[in-house]
T-cell receptor, first 113, second 111 residues
Framework: AQSVTQLGSHVSVSEGALVLLRCNYSSSVPPYLFWYVQYPNQGLQLLLKYTSAATLVKGINGFEAEFKKSETSFHLTKPSAHMSDAAEYFCAVRSSNDYKLSFGAGTTVTVRA | DAGITQSPRHKVTETGTPVTLRCHQTENHRYMYWYRQDPGHGLRLIHYSYGVKDTDKGEVSDGYSVSRSKTEDFLLTLESATSSQTSVYFC??????????FGPGTRLTVL
């Protein structure tokens, strides 16, 4: 079975500052890892995914994440926050032998002007 | 946009009444999923389908049933709604490169 832990349910950053959202996973087999973003009153939109190719994954809207097997982590970063980045972010893991996703509890990002 | 619609988008119902939520997709995807989203829990899988009339349980399936008689439609039924089933429900499909894409959600309130 696989699971995901997102550290910090709320993150507040200043506009232009680094955004860092933490995700740690557990999986008994090589994982597939995802970050999704949810804007208010909307569905989830895929930001990026790791599928065992490059360990540094670039996504949409300037976000990227690095897969670190030794740390079982897949942290999401963006060098410079924009007001439009205010949303809830979810990390998810899927094991390589089934198609079910397990989600973290989510991290809400607030961007201060 | 993976061509997923959900209906209704909002529903208020009373305890003990049956409720059916519909997920419709236009791109002939084989796998479809129902999740519920609650604060502090992220999204949790209720049921999923891997083909017409082929379904299986997720981690929070108690109190829910599903049906899939056509590729494009995946129905979630609450036989007798309870207040604990107040939630936002999302449908998803498995698309390109085994990635899940989500519908807009249905907000259900059980009074």
């Amino acid at each position: 079975a696989q699971s995901v832990t997102q550290l910090g349910s709320h993150v507040s950053v200043s506009e232009g500052a680094l955004v860092l959202l933490r995700c740690n996973y557990s999986s008994s087999v090589p994982p597939y890892l995802f970050w999704y973003v949810q804007y208010p009153n909307q569905g989830l939109q895929l930001l990026l995914k790791y599928t065992s190719a490059a360990t540094l994954v670039k996504g949409i809207n300037g976000f990227e994440a690095e897969f670190k097997k030794s740390e079982t982590s897949f942290h999401l970063t963006k060098p410079s926050a924009h007001m439009s980045d205010a949303a809830e972010y979810f990390c998810a893991v899927r094991s390589s032998n089934d198609y079910k996703l397990s989600f973290g509890a989510g991290t809400t990002v607030t961007v201060r002007a | 946009d993976a061509g997923i619609t959900q209906s209704p988008r909002h529903k208020v119902t009373e305890t003990g009444t049956p409720v059916t939520l519909r997920c419709h997709q236009t791109e002939n995807h084989r796998y479809m999923y129902w999740y519920r989203q609650d604060p502090g829990h992220g999204l949790r899988l209720i049921h999923y389908s891997y083909g017409v009339k082929d379904t299986d349980k997720g981690e929070v399936s108690d109190g829910y049933s599903v049906s899939r008689s056509k590729t494009e439609d995946f129905l979630l039924t609450l036989e007798s709604a309870t207040s604990s089933q107040t939630s936002v429900y999302f449908c998803a499909i498995r698309g390109l490169e085994d990635t899940q894409y989500f519908g807009p959600g249905t907000r259900l309130t059980v009074l």
